[in-house]
């Protein structure tokens, strides 16, 4: 018996040709859209600075998140470019400049406020509950944005300051979270913390299952009360064919 023949397979269909026109105006607005951002920046990190000791620190996780939203669009804007047709060969050049340009003032801007803050945060005497997973964030967005000052384009002296500088916050931050102790293990299973250490919980171990093959005791049932016991003359019996005669 032949088998009904298979249906044909549905290819996604092909991606619409930009034109040399759209993708230039797509990273020009790009290019504007990053610069707006750089500017709001400076702003979260002004407001973050005036007062450190109180929400001083959700302040500055506002501005990070910008940060970290910039530099999502700089990767997005950077793809746009290396696949840029071949009419805007003229165009790809400066407007790779000015992102990095927008890239090299956003590690600078990210590096020296947060230096800032913490040289400040780290003397606070009274930290809120919960620093140290919050500074424990902060800490991994840090060191993923000191993996910019890698690129050959921070070799110079103001590279290795930037790097130096980074460096020190990395310091800073760890002093914090020692000063402030983690929050409570509230889980029944072992976590790890921001630094990497493991977490013991607070609840004990689950129970474990009952092995292969075999059965679970059942629980026990409680006593009634004797109002609540059944009437036996009530009470529902399974009958068979010999109840019959």
Do not use: W
């Not at 504007?32 to 959700?58: I, Y």
């Not at 809120?128 to 993923?144: D, N, Q, S």
């Not at 944005?145 to 103001?158: A, M, T």
Request: net charge positive; charged share 30%; hydrophobic share 40%.
């Amino acid at each position: 018996m032949i088998g009904r023949p298979s249906p044909p397979r549905r290819q996604a269909p092909p991606a619409p040709m930009v034109s040399a026109a759209q993708r230039q105006r797509e990273v020009a607005r790009m290019l504007m859209r990053l610069d707006d951002m750089l500017k709001a920046c400076a702003d979260l990190a002004a407001a973050a600075r005036e007062r450190v000791s109180v929400g001083g620190m959700g302040r500055y996780r506002k501005f990070s998140r910008k940060v970290r939203d910039f530099f999502s669009l700089a990767a997005v804007t950077q793809e746009r470019l290396d696949a840029a047709p071949s009419e805007m060969e003229e165009l790809i050049g400066p407007m790779t400049t000015a992102l990095e340009r927008l890239h090299a003032r956003m590690v600078i801007l990210f590096v020296e406020e947060s230096l800032g803050f913490f040289n400040t945060f780290a003397r606070v005497k009274a930290l809120p509950i919960g620093t140290h997973e919050t500074v424990g964030v902060e800490f991994r967005a840090l060191m993923e944005i000191r993996k910019f000052l890698d690129d050959p384009l921070y070799d110079g002296e103001r590279g290795q300051g930037l790097r130096k500088q980074t460096d020190r916050v990395a310091v800073l931050m760890r002093a914090v979270m020692d000063r402030c102790p983690p929050l409570p293990d509230f889980g029944d299973e072992p976590s790890i913390g921001p630094r990497g250490t493991v977490n013991k919980p607070l609840r004990p171990p689950r129970a474990a299952p009952p092995a292969a093959g075999g059965r679970a005791a059942e629980p026990r049932p409680l006593p009634q009360p004797h109002s609540q016991r059944p009437d036996p003359r009530l009470e529902v019996r399974q009958l068979s064919l010999d109840d019959e005669d």
